[in-house]
């Protein structure tokens, strides 16, 4: 063993395997802090968002739940929290008004901020913990002007008679009922039972709300679900606010994408340096081979040398990992306003892992062909590259890639498809380079200049080509996530974003009511609303218990929301069929509603609208943008085909500093319901500067892997550059012509692989919008020149820095190197 570490201290001397530690360190950094950084953010994203759920898991039911559910998360440590509610009639003096009545136990909400104002168009201010005394209530301010009273008043709730205290403006579970008609009545869940209003007929809704570390939530739902009952179900972000749920669902793609460019930029310069390695260690492997030493013995000591490379790596990449991620999650709250959640011990593993897949795809496969090759071949200077271990070779080093990128992504799809790019994008580099570098070499002789037409028929300079150009492609593509991607992405958030539905609109208001918007410059667009449940597919009857789907049962429990018009959607996409030509008869389903329910288009659909039978076929198919906060629809029926069944209007405003503007609509309009949706927007559009700022973080890990490759390519060329440099120094260059040469070189090969980059990013990135993103293409040439001075500028000064001193050196000296 301790020959082991003598041979290990002796090859220490060599600066390929200090890079090679340093590559793996890059890596194994890159790789733990992204994954405890990222792992934070999405934490702190997820919690966020259930912000909206009123806790981290919320068990639903049309009847009273069991106790034995509470029971059972108070003996694991968890927090709960009961709301029942329903519809009631809320009374004061001579006037009624249809409420929905909320009572809420101590605790609620376990996430999120309940608020109030003390008046109508006050100021909010949170709750702080505090619900409504025993004998008074809350209520949105919608009650407020039906009723004609103000806060101090009494209100008649059943038997009960409560103190209207102040008025409600935001609840962080109203997501689960966005559309609700009624205004919401909050009121204490120990006054409940004196109003006697709550009896086994009540359309009631019971929750119960959860809330405590991710693991226990995480084990309590799985020994819960099979436990359910048919009445109960749990919900979910994505049964509840499909917008927030699909951004959380981009926000982990735009992470995941930063973090994988890391990872191929770390293994690309363990790739180098371990080949490099290797043709440094032909001579003393030459010699052991020559003294009987055999195969096993050294490949065990060359192993034992990369396996202990590697662990120090891992030790030293996880310390410094943990170190930055932190400091990265201290400047990333300066922005949210808020601390990170704590990290997971995942990312060390996942740390560790990549060092040592790194070690095994990438540097043990040139160990092994090192050994295999005898003496003489290795004196001579040749690696054995036998054809049947060729394909082995290949298969070791797509392998490790591919569990590089699963590692970080923990997505077969999404590493499928990069390490397809890779590949693609490595051949394209390749040609293009050799065909660029033959025009060069055209060039070259035609202005005289001697050391271009060499430079043409290099494949060093090819394989420098590609090297450059595929860091340099990485960090424009992860500069196009950070730039691009994401303003593209906050664009589909404009700041004029609606903030408030109003549903409920009789068809005889609409006139009067766009009058009223008018006059105070906001814009309205009205869409009917049609309330209709799915009884028939091809003429034969539906059923909830045909799918075992939940989600499917539950919309075949209610109905769905209908409409009609001849606009297309702006927030959607047509990706089947055609849109309703004028004339023409038909229906328009979304994506994923056809999926679950299992009928697409040339399928005919039959609804029961309030009594009614409605019939048509399935002629197109859209994808929903549900992050848009626009009306969207389930099914969309062509213009006219609605137009004698029953409906009411619905449409979404922006409203901004002009909310004082519901109040006075409410006066006019009272059967006109406003549902305030600006926390909703607020919450995505957080969700969406939360990405940015973390993909910003992650940006420059990826900056220092791409310089360390940019060394590792450098250094791994470093010999052969050694024996030219003492060639023409023999010949009589000087100093100046050599450094005019190293200029030249590294410049024009930087240039050309600026431009090969930034064909590529512009190419990949929108391939990525569209189809990871969805988001339009959109051809933004800046990348395309950026990377071509970028490159040339920062490839030729790393390619004289990393050869400079070389030129002081005497011919004979760097002959016998």
């Not at 090969?749 to 919008?769: K, P, R, S």
Request: proline fraction near 5%; aromatic fraction near 8%; hydrophobic fraction near 50%.
């Amino acid at each position: 063993m301790s020959l082991l570490f003598k041979h290990w201290q002796q090859r220490w001397r060599m600066p390929e395997l200090r890079l090679l530690l340093l590559a793996l360190i890059v890596s194994v950094t890159v790789v733990t802090a992204v994954g405890f950084f990222t792992s934070r953010v999405e934490n702190a994203m997820q919690a966020q968002a259930r912000q909206l759920l009123g806790g981290d898991l919320v068990l639903t039911s049309a009847r009273p739940l069991d106790a034995a559910y509470v029971q059972r998360a108070k003996t694991v440590g968890l927090e709960t929290a009961e709301t029942v509610s329903f519809p009631s009639m809320a009374s004061a003096g001579d006037k009624l008004q249809l409420a929905q009545l909320k009572a809420v136990s101590s605790g609620y909400p376990l996430r999120g901020d309940l608020k109030t104002a003390p008046a109508p168009d006050a100021p909010e201010v949170a709750s702080n913990g505090q619900l409504p005394a025993k004998g008074e209530i809350w209520a949105e301010a919608r009650l407020f002007a039906e009723l004609a009273v103000q806060p101090g008043a009494s209100v008649t709730l059943g038997r009960s008679t409560f103190t209207l205290t102040r008025v409600l403006t935001q609840e962080p579970d109203r997501s689960s009922n966005l559309f609700q008609l009624a205004p919401v009545v909050l009121m204490n869940l120990d006054d409940l039972k004196a109003t006697e209003l709550l009896s086994p007929a009540s359309r009631a809704r019971f929750n119960q709300l959860f809330a405590g570390k991710a693991a226990v939530i995480k084990t309590f739902q799985q020994a819960l679900e099979p436990q359910l009952k048919p009445t109960e179900r749990i919900r979910t972000l994505e049964d509840d606010l499909s917008s927030v749920q699909q951004t959380l669902q981009r926000s982990g793609r735009f992470l995941g994408l930063a973090a994988l460019l890391s990872v191929v930029l770390a293994g690309a310069a363990v790739v180098l340096t371990s080949a490099s390695l290797m043709r440094r260690e032909l001579p003393a492997v030459a010699v052991l081979k020559a003294m009987g030493m055999s195969r096993r013995q050294v490949l065990f000591d060359h192993a034992f040398s990369l396996l202990l490379t590697a662990l120090l790596a891992a030790v030293i990449g996880v310390l410094l990992g943990l170190v930055l991620q932190f400091a990265l999650a201290e400047w990333l709250s300066r922005f949210v306003g808020k601390d990170l959640p704590a990290p997971s011990l995942m990312p060390i593993v996942t740390g560790v892992l990549t060092a040592v897949v790194l070690l095994l795809g990438f540097a043990l496969p040139q160990l092994l062909r090192l050994v295999n090759t005898s003496p003489m071949q290795i004196l001579q200077g040749a690696l054995q590259r036998p054809q049947q271990s060729l394909w082995w070779v290949v298969g070791c080093l797509l392998l490790a890639v591919f569990g590089l990128l699963w590692l970080q992504s923990r997505d077969f799809p999404l590493a499928g498809m990069l390490l397809l790019g890779l590949l693609a994008g490595t051949g394209l580099f390749w040609l293009l380079a050799s065909g660029a570098l033959r025009l060069v070499q055209a060039f070259g002789k035609r202005i005289g200049a001697g050391w271009i037409p060499a430079l043409g028929r290099s494949r060093r300079a090819v394989l420098l080509v590609v090297v450059f150009a595929t860091g340099l492609f990485a960090l424009l593509l992860l500069t196009t996530v950070r730039t691009d991607l994401l303003d593209r992405w906050a664009e589909t958030l404009p700041a004029d974003a609606p903030d408030h539905f109003l549903i409920n609109i009789q068809p005889a208001e609409a006139e009067p009511l766009t009058r009223f918007f008018d006059a105070h410059a906001v814009k309205l667009n009205l869409y009917p609303m049609i309330r209709g449940r799915l009884v028939e597919v091809n003429d034969k009857p539906v059923k909830p218990d045909d799918y075992e789907n939940q989600r499917a049962q539950n919309l075949l429990e209610r109905e769905f929301n209908l409409s009609s018009f001849a606009e297309f959607p702006a927030s959607n996409a047509l990706l089947e069929g055609k849109w309703f030509a004028k004339g023409e008869k038909g229906l328009s389903i979304e994506q994923g509603i056809g999926e679950m329910l299992r009928f697409g288009i040339g399928d005919k659909l039959t609804f029961d609208i309030a009594g009614q039978r409605f019939s048509d076929t399935v002629t197109s198919v859209r994808e929903v943008r549900w992050d848009s906060m626009q009306p969207n629809f389930f099914v969309i029926a062509a213009p006219g085909s609605v137009t004698d069944m029953p409906q009411t209007l619905i449409t979404s405003i922006h409203l901004g500093d002009k909310k004082p503007l519901i109040t006075e609509m409410i006066h006019q309009f009272p059967s006109v319901t406003a549902i305030d949706v600006g926390a909703i927007l607020t919450q995505v559009r957080s969700l969406v500067t939360q990405a940015g700022l973390a993909v910003q973080g992650i940006f420059v890990f990826t900056l220092i892997a791409g310089v360390v490759v940019l060394i590792a390519a450098l250094q791994s060329q470093k010999a052969e550059r050694r024996r030219e440099i003492a060639i023409l120094k023999s010949l009589g260059a000087g100093r100046a012509l050599l450094r005019q040469r190293i200029w030249g070189e590294f410049l024009l090969l930087g240039a050309l692989a600026g431009v090969l980059a930034g064909l590529l990013a512009l190419t990949a990135g929108n391939l990525l919008a569209y189809y990871l993103f969805d988001l339009d293409i959109n051809l933004n040439l800046w990348p395309l020149v950026v990377s071509s001075v970028i490159g040339s500028v920062l490839v030729g000064i790393a390619g004289y820095w990393n050869l400079r001193g070389l030129l002081t050196v005497l011919p004979l000296s760097l002959l016998k190197s």
